[in-house]
Each structure stands twice: as structure tokens, then as C-alpha cells.
């Protein structure tokens, strides 16, 4: 049984930091894509960085360029997200997923994407 658990998300201050960690179990994480997405209150999922198996290749979205980075371990089936410069407009509930085939952009456009986690919140406020 594939399952994906995002943590680290919670209540920061604008212009703070923080870093989403994705565990992985059931999958071995080198064989997949990894994507960051969220979706905030009432707006659809968005991909925030896609990147690939061995992270040569990655996707940022417009909101995620200059401040948000994304990395893997694959050896312990953790991806991570690092979240900088938060704004509240990045308030949302932030989602990992994997997928085997799909490229980064395929990913992120959620074209094609197998697995999901459950979502960790994020909320930017003072």
C-alpha cells in the first residue's frame, strides 16, 4: 500500500520560512516524479514544482520561482519543500504526489499524477 505523508506545514509570520517534508512508504521514490502542488480556499489545485527522479529536470510555477526550493532524498523516500519569503496569498493546503512517467510541466499541469498525499496547511499571517 503506496502512502504519501506531508508535515511541516502551520502558522508562520509573512516573510518567514518554513519546510514541507513528503514520506513516502509502499514506493521506491527513485523510480518517480515528485510534485509540490496546493490549493487554497476556493481556488483549484495548482502545481507549485515538479521535478524529476533525479532532480536534473524541474518545473516551477510563476508563484514558486525565487522563492521556494524543492529537493529528494531518494534513499529515504522523502521529498522536501522549502518555503521562503511567505506571502499570505501562499496560504493554502500544500499536497505532495509522485507519479512514475509523468515529465516535471506534465506533472505540475496535472496531466498526469498517481498518488497524492493527504495535505499539510499553511497559513501566512501576522
Known amino acids: 500500500q503506496v502512502h504519501l505523508v506531508e508535515s511541516g506545514g502551520g502558522l508562520v509570520q509573512p516573510g518567514r520560512s518554513l519546510r514541507l517534508s513528503c514520506a513516502t512508504s509502499?514506493?521506491?521514490?527513485?523510480?518517480?516524479?515528485v510534485g509540490w502542488f496546493r490549493q487554497a480556499p476556493g481556488k483549484d489545485r495548482e502545481g507549485v514544482i515538479c521535478?524529476?527522479?533525479?532532480?536534473?529536470?524541474?518545473y516551477f510555477s510563476s508563484a514558486a520561482k525565487g522563492r521556494f526550493a524543492v529537493s529528494r532524498d531518494n534513499a529515504k523516500g522523502t521529498a522536501y519543500l522549502q518555503l521562503s519569503s511567505l506571502e499570505p496569498e501562499d496560504t493554502a493546503v500544500y499536497y505532495c504526489?509522485?507519479?512514475?512517467?509523468?515529465?516535471?510541466?506534465?506533472?505540475?499541469?496535472?496531466?498526469?499524477?498517481?498518488?497524492w498525499g493527504q495535505g499539510t496547511q499553511v497559513t501566512v499571517a501576522s
Open positions: 504526489a509522485v507519479d512514475g512517467y509523468a515529465t516535471p510541466q506534465d506533472m505540475c499541469a496535472r496531466r498526469r499524477v498517481l498518488y
Open positions: 521535478i524529476t527522479w533525479d532532480s536534473e529536470t524541474q
Open positions: 509502499g514506493i521506491t521514490l527513485h523510480h518517480y516524479t
